[in-house]
């Protein structure tokens, strides 16, 4: 494997070039709670070492919650070392290029291709690229198929894993699901395979595909190389095959079932430089069963499993001690839905209250909001604006959605929030979702105008705000809209100026209601990435060899780069960027994903998706409550879902 010897630190050459790029203390590393362990700290035992990379910059990258947790995880085995590297500002990229300094790691400044496996964490799909200026700064071909010994195995991991097709060809394998137990399993197989190469005869070369097939035959990684692709005279895919012996037909998603046992990030690292999140977060629990229709997080980390309220509490406390942090935030799809938030909320707010620590949730069903619990979150005086996600404009729209929040339930509950204290709120919506008409998205200009008159009747005061926020839908992989056509980004743009225009005109609510918005286009290469298959890494290969970096980022994105790439790209293919966008898909249609199983039942997910289609179509109601719905994810996986209560009180009682 890479470096048998301790690599120098690449700081000595960075450290003097530092003050000629912007935010310069982002990649000077040695953060609180930081780890930089010896190069061989297994001893006798081979070591296996982790570079964790999250493609967008430090400020965003470093609250990560699934590299926080992995960095912590790894990092306890005394055989294992991690360090952390994310995506450098195109200024140092090109100091790093003119000077020969490799990509490197925030904790030891080691280059990334000195370690042996290099897990990417993709949130989003828009950081493809990113990942491609790593490994070409490391000194890491680009592709999987012309990596050597000396290599790292690359591994994607997180939401967009679920399709890694786009970038078969970039990365080694990938890793669906919950991290924590698989890193430790890979970790093992590659311990082993040091091992046997150590004590191999002298001159024996690492075969780096017997690791890849270890790690494939667990049936616990997908290693696309291990799999053939061919396609049909329409371009269609028509099939998805094992290539060699023992590789099974299907890789399952990975499950954590007892969060409690993994009480993680239990020391957060403290940034230097700011960040989008200034706080200590807790998974107060994973999965969600709502079952909405858009949301694949929903879809794929079923089922429901929540932490205790003795771990949470402990959670907090160790996390605010490690930390100094004073805000926490207790996060997870659906926060207000824990079977015991109101007693989480209640204990930590008696533990904390009268100290500078406050609590926060992130934006909240409007079915399970309660004054009782937002007054309990804002005890110690910090009281910020609420946030609601209705979704659809319209309520034939949440319908379709299968998000059954009715106008009548917003008002009242903005009513009741406004005549607590509260002065703004924010509401979230889509355009561009499944037989959506433009009275659809006007009616959100109604909704928020009712909501301003609400909050003025309620307070009798004319200082109420309500901000509306708008993104474009994305249809993605394993949910009942990965079959969805999507809409095209004029029409999206369209709509949102009607609806701009509409909130505008209204002189007497006009001036009260924020508008946010993005446009069609990025929504239309991330639906690229999320539903394309191994043709669409030739796009964005050349998207990156034309300059292409952060595409998240409004002011590095550029749309007419991404479409002329992907018409030379895939010209000969008979596919176009419009063929992977904006056409529907029919049941008998092999999906990229298709092989990749996330526990869903095809069918229940066809059978959801015409739901959503027929005009009379079923409300599908939350299994936590109610019987089961078959989706498959419970007798597929061997999971069940678990919630309280369970009677218990919230541990330590001290009051800080």
Known sequence: MPFAQAPDSVFPLLEPRLPGVAKPIQYVGGELNSVVKDWHCGGEVPTVR???????????????????????????????????????????????????ISQFTVDGHRPVRAFDLLGVSFATELG???????????????????????????????????????????????????????????????????AERQDAAAGCEPDRDELLRRLAVSGAVYVPKFYDVTYAEDGQIETVLPNRPGIPDRVRKHTLMDLDAWPYP?????????????????????????????????????????????????MVDTGLRQTGFEEVGLLSLSSADHSEIGDVATGLADRYEGSNVSLSLPSTRVDAFNITLA?????????????????????????????????????????????????????????????????????????????????????????????????????????????????????????????????????????????RYHDGKPGIIEGLLSRGDRRVGAVIEAVWRDGGRFDGWSEHFSYERWESCASRALAGTGVDLDWFTLRERDYDEVLPWDHLDAGLDKDWLWADW???????????????????????????LGTETQIGPTGQRLLPLSVV
């Open 50 to 100: 982790w570079a964790l990379m999250y493609p967008d910059a430090y400020e965003v990258g470093l609250p990560n919650q699934g590299v926080q947790i992995l960095y912590e995880v790894l990092n306890e085995q005394d055989w294992i070392l991690a360090e952390r590297t994310y995506a450098v500002w195109p200024d140092l990229e090109t100091v790093m290029r003119s000077d020969a």
């Open 375 to 515: 007054d309990e979150f804002s005890r110690n005086g910090r009281r910020s604006g609420l946030t609601f996600a209705p979704e659809g404009g319209s309520e034939r729209m949440r319908r379709v959605i299968n998000k059954m929040v009715s106008e009548e339930d917003l008002i009242r509950t903005v009513a009741t929030a406004y005549s607590h204290g509260w002065r703004q709120v924010k509401l979230y919506f889509m355009c561009g979702l499944p037989t959506e008409t433009d009275d659809d998205v006007l009616e959100i200009a109604d909704l928020a105008t009712k909501v301003i008159a609400t909050g003025r009747e309620a307070t009798g005061r004319n200082d109420i705000r309500c901000t509306v926020s708008i993104g474009g839908f994305v249809p993605k992989p394993h949910t009942p809209f990965q079959w969805a056509a999507q809409l095209d980004h004029e029409t999206t743009d369209k709509r949102l100026a009607k609806l701009r225009e509409t909130v505008r005109a209204d002189r007497r609510y006009g001036r009260a209601i924020g508008f």
């Open 266 to 314: 239990a020391k957060p690292i403290v940034p230097l430089a700011e960040t989008v999140h200034e706080r200590f977060s807790v998974e107060i629990f994973r999965g969600c069963t709502r079952g909405c229709r858009f949301c694949q997080a929903g879809m794929i980390t079923r089922p429901v499993r929540e932490r205790s309220l003795q771990t949470i509490g402990s």
């Open 128 to 194: 493809y690229t990113n990942l491609l200026t790593a490994l070409d700064l490391a000194g890491v071909p680009l592709h999987a198929v012309d990596r050597g010994p000396d290599d790292p195995i690359v591994i994607a991991g997180g939401h967009a894993s679920f399709n890694p097709e786009p970038i078969a060809c970039f990365v080694d394998a990938a890793v669906l699901g919950d991290g924590e137990e698989v890193v430790l399993a890979i970790s093992e197989v590659v311990r082993e395979w040091k």
């Open 610 to 636: 015409q739901e959503a289609i027929d005009p009379d179509g079923v409300e599908v109601e939350d299994c936590r409550w109610t019987p089961c719905y078959d989706c498959g994810v419970c007798p597929e």
